[in-house]
């Protein structure tokens, strides 16, 4: 079965679907990529069976298009967006109104929900215009972390998950408050009728699915079957 | 027809080739005269290096750039030095990317063109109490003019269309770092298939124009010549 998905949660799906092959038996290859391009590669018949993207945006469009199996849409994850300063240990917001940094890495606000998340941060603390001339954009989200990891940007509006997935520590970096941006609302759909398909769209919504991706430093969705479990929404 | 920031992206790319072509000229006349020249034995290893961005993936120099620009890369440190803030994410770091990048292109046309003039030429001129500067320049430099014409050509279209390198080490800064190549791949990204083709329509002319130049003088050249 091949499974498209958003480059930044390309790690976190692999190690589920360890644990997913050796319950269920259905091997998984994994394909990621930027999520407005795999969405285009769908539209010309790209031969995936599930589609995990950063956004809901392109998920939606998909089942408009009816190019999706029906009601197989779904939350999968909310993504974090963190302030990493790896040469500045214990960042506050108050970091990027200092001169500390000469550019602030960020994920393309039109191509990426990370990046519009950052922007929409940015702008609610009225910093998005006075540090137009630091900003630099990664296609992506880990164009935006390899500029940090590389040392020409000090500073990055990144995912948590990316910093957890390096292991960066908490000294690190500053997790934004989530109602300072809309929601990074990660869906999910599955684009052909298998048995593999439908056992992994169950997996990634059961107890133990989720756990794994609360581990890796996104946020869950309230769960859709009112269980009176309301309350795993990790934030 | 066009938004501002398309424009801005054009003139940069315009003013990135150019300035390019300009220093691989500069950098790339005295070097193509020397490998024509040369009787060096390990000339071929100077050769296979200059030659690597015809094989290699653009992303792979990029990549590469992106580390040696960074303040603890070589290039980065240099720039640090005398109170830069590194290289990546400026104009300077794409000229240097898009030299590296484009070096072949420039170098290989001028050490044809130097190796076909004849020695027998030169030596004549030497008899004659020509110095070596004043027989490159009045004898080696016109006979292979064709060849200086192909190499700043090919060294202008190749930089404009470059992609990878700035995709590295850009950052995609408008007005800075943001060329065409970028700003079309943002276009089809964003599912904005209109300003994706205006932009990309254009480049297609203006790529298929330097090349109709190139390929008419090689032909009336090669028609002058026996």
């Known amino acids: 079965m091949q499974v498209a998905v958003a480059s930044n949660f390309k790690a976190p799906l692999e190690s589920l679907a360890d644990s997913f092959e050796k319950q269920h038996g259905h091997k998984i290859t994994v394909i990621s990529g930027a999520t407005g391009k795999q969405y285009g590669q769908i539209l010309q018949g790209a031969p995936f069976d599930v589609f995990l993207a950063a956004d809901s945006r392109r998920p939606e469009l998909l089942e408009q298009q009816g190019k999706i199996v029906k009601n197989s849409r779904f939350t999968y994850a909310i993504g974090q967006l963190a302030l990493y300063t790896p040469k500045h240990p214990h960042p506050t917001q108050e970091f990027l109104t200092t001169s500390r940094f000469n550019y602030l890495a960020i994920a393309n606000p039109r191509l990426a929900p990370y990046g519009l998340a950052a922007q929409q941060y940015l702008q609610s603390r009225d910093l998005w215009q006075p540090l137009q001339t630091k900003l630099v954009r990664g296609e992506n989200i880990n164009q935006a972390w390899q500029f940090v990891h590389s040392g020409n940007a000090e500073a990055g509006l990144l995912a948590l998950s990316q910093l957890l997935q390096a292991d960066i520590s908490k000294d690190y970096y500053y997790l934004v408050p989530a109602e300072r941006y809309a929601p990074i609302v990660q869906q999910a759909v599955v684009l052909k009728t298998s048995p593999a398909a439908t056992a992994l769209s169950d997996f990634l919504q059961s107890d133990s699915g989720r756990k794994v991706i609360a581990l890796w430093g996104y946020a869950l969705p309230d769960r859709k079957d009112t269980d009176n479990k309301g309350t795993t929404h990790v934030r | ?226």
């Open chain 2, 1 to 226: 027809m066009f938004a501002d920031g398309d424009l801005m992206a054009l003139w940069l790319t315009l003013k990135l080739a150019f300035i390019s072509t300009l220093i691989l000229l500069v950098l790339g006349t005295p070097l193509a005269w020397w490998l024509a020249r040369s009787r060096w034995r390990f000339k071929f290893l100077l050769e296979a290096m200059i030659a690597l961005p015809l094989v290699l993936p653009p992303t792979v120099l990029g990549f590469y750039l992106l580390l040696a620009l960074g303040p603890d890369g070589p290039l980065g440190a240099l720039s640090t030095l005398f109170g830069g803030s590194g290289l990546a994410f400026s104009f300077s770091g794409l000229v240097i990317g898009s030299v590296f990048y484009s070096l072949p292109f420039v170098v290989q046309p001028l050490q044809n063109a130097f190796a076909s003039v004849h020695p027998a030429t030169l030596d004549a001129a030497a008899t004659l109490r020509a110095g070596p500067l004043d027989r490159f320049f009045t004898i080696a430099l016109p006979l292979a003019r064709h060849g200086l014409l192909s190499a700043a050509v090919l060294g202008f279209a190749h930089t404009l269309g470059e992609f990878g390198v700035v995709l590295m080490i850009g950052g995609n800064i408008p007005g800075q770092t943001q060329v065409v190549s970028i700003a079309i791949y943002e276009h089809v990204e964003a599912l904005d298939y209109g300003a994706a083709h205006g932009l990309s329509a254009l480049l297609l002319g203006l790529s298929f124009i330097l090349l109709l130049g190139i390929y008419a003088l090689n032909r009336r050249f090669k028609l002058v010549s026996p």
